[in-house]
């Protein structure tokens, strides 16, 4: 079956360490997406491609780092530097287009600080 | 830029009772506009969408809803809840043409009441 395979499902992180998410698609989707979700806050846009070699930083990019080498593979390195990191992470993926326009979602990854 | 507002973070409903899920936008240019469903611990999908043509949108799940201009609203409906209908709803908007990120609101709990 086509999706987005996210892993670990549970991540914990110790004090300065940096951790990796991964996540992996066989849809051949151009675009990736990385949100953060809070309780009562919604999704947030943390990075975002657009195709292989290239990405952008979303609205909470600070603390956090992504590639992305190959179509499949769009994998969230969470630094030291991020001092709030315990949050749900959902990879995406997405075709836009009036017809076709939709976003689909990996099963997340829940970080937590030890 | 655009945003999206939800109206009340929890709405509690008898089972068989209509649902209304509130969500007003804003949006410089003619938006694309959707409603995600998420379970617990489990990433999103999608509920329905509108992106052009007929402003009365059907969903999954017997879930609808009217895209009304004049009043940048977005609001999902329901007839008759169901148990199963018990999760986190999401409304969304990106701008149209072009590549455009997509924002999402807060998110309402929906809770069914049997």
């Known amino acids: 079956d086509g999706g987005i395979t996210q892993s670990p499902k549970y991540l914990f992180r110790k004090e300065g360490q940096n951790v990796t998410l991964s996540c992996e698609q066989n849809l051949n989707h151009d675009a990736m997406y990385w949100y953060r979700q809070d309780p009562g806050q919604g999704l947030r846009l943390i990075y975002y491609?657009?195709?292989?070699?290239?990405?952008q930083k979303g609205d909470i990019a600070e603390g956090y780092s992504v590639s992305r080498e190959k179509k499949e593979s769009f994998p969230l390195t969470v630094t030291s530097a991020q001092k709030n990191p315990t949050a749900f992470y959902l990879c995406?993926?997405?075709?836009?287009?009036?017809?076709?326009?939709?976003?689909?979602f990996g099963s997340g990854t829940q970080l937590s600080v030890l | 830029a655009q945003s999206v507002t939800q109206l009340g973070s929890h709405v509690s409903v008898s089972e068989g009772a209509l649902v209304l899920l509130r969500c007003n936008y804003s949006s410089s240019v003619p938006p694309y506009l959707f409603w995600y469903v998420q379970y617990p611990n489990q990433g999103l999908q999608l509920l329905l969408k509108?992106?052009?043509?007929?402003?009365l949108v059907k969903g999954i799940n017997g879930f609808e809803a009217e895209f009304k201009k004049s009043e940048t609203s977005f609001h999902l409906t329901k007839p008759s809840a169901h148990m199963s209908d018990a999760a986190e709803y999401f409304c969304a908007v990106r701008p149209s043409g072009g590549y455009q990120k997509v924002t999402f609101g807060t998110g309402t709990k929906l809770q069914v009441i049997p």
């Open positions: 995406a993926s997405s075709v836009q287009g009036a017809a076709n326009e939709k976003l689909f």
């Open positions: 509108y992106t052009t043509g007929a402003t």
């Open positions: 491609s657009q195709i292989v070699n290239d990405f």
